[in-house]
């Protein structure tokens, strides 16, 4: 019913910077909630930042200064800006979203992720 498609990953020095996307589409009526998470190999899933319909952001602490987040409520997507990158920010990004379809049935649904490595 929803579709999420990440796109902006790729391979960056320690320093650099990159910027996600992440397109929803399908049976939308609303997006409450949208958000990004990334997993390191061997290590559990982990919020890296997410934002409400209003505007309102929440990021982790390791992100904090470094990471921001935005979306473009008129286009279904959600950004993530990515400066100072780190190594240990190196994982499998994957966008989350929070969907009212059309149908009036609310769920949480996921992108395929987008790889981000940071070299040292």
């Known amino acids: 019913q929803v579709q999420l498609v990440e796109s902006g990953g790729g391979l960056v020095q320690a320093g650099g910077s990159l910027r996600l996307s992440c397109a929803a589409s399908?049976?939308?009526?609303?997006?409450?909630?949208m958000a990004w998470y990334r997993q390191a190999p061997g290590l559990q899933r982990e919020l890296v930042a997410s934002?409400?319909?209003?505007?309102?952001?929440n990021y982790a602490d390791s992100v904090k200064g470094r990471f921001t987040i935005s979306r473009a409520n008129a286009e279904n997507t959600v950004y993530l800006q990515m400066s100072s990158l780190k190594p240990e920010d190196t994982a499998v990004y994957h966008c989350?979203?929070?969907?009212?379809?059309?149908?009036?049935?609310?769920?949480?649904?996921w992108g395929q992720g987008t790889q981000v490595t940071v070299s040292s």
């Open positions: 989350n979203a929070r969907v009212t379809t059309t149908f009036i049935e609310t769920g949480d649904y």
């Open positions: 399908g049976k939308i009526f609303t997006i409450n909630y």
């Open positions: 934002i409400t319909s209003g505007g309102s952001t």
